[in-house]
């Protein structure tokens, strides 16, 4: 399995972006997705999850109300639309996926990650 990320970059405070993560290697609808992030100093955390439907969406408190995890299964992609970006947002984002069919809410920790996307950069300047 092959996760591809982009579409981070720099922003202002407030600013949006929108992440995508394109997967190839195995039916991609069978599976939940989601994304994770890691700030400088920090370790990786959770940011958000979606179900394989994309019917089920869970989402750190952090970035609850400003981001939105989405999916295109016709085209293996899965998106994180990041609005009102803060500062503290600032971080390398991951896409991630299991490696079975997990429920959703196993993909809320790493332990339930089995594939990592490159990693895109996001610097949210205040």
């Known amino acids: 399995v092959q996760l591809q990320a982009s579409g981070g970059g720099l922003v202002q405070a407030g600013g949006s972006l929108r992440l995508s993560c394109a997967a190839s290697g195995r039916t991609f609808s069978d599976y939940c997705m989601g994304w994770y992030r890691q700030a400088p100093g920090k370790e990786r955390e959770f940011v958000a999850v979606i179900s394989w439907s994309g019917g089920s969406t869970y989402y750190a408190d952090s970035v609850k109300g400003r981001f939105t995890i989405s999916r295109d299964n016709a085209r293996n992609t899965t998106y994180l639309q990041m609005n009102s970006l803060k500062p503290e947002d600032t971080a390398v984002y991951y896409c991630?996926?299991?490696?079975?069919?997990?429920?959703?809410?196993?993909?809320?920790?790493?332990?339930?990650?089995?594939?990592w996307g490159q990693g895109t950069l996001v610097t949210v300047s205040s």
């Open positions: 991630a996926a299991p490696q079975a069919l997990l429920p959703i809410k196993a993909l809320m920790r790493e332990g339930g990650v089995e594939y």
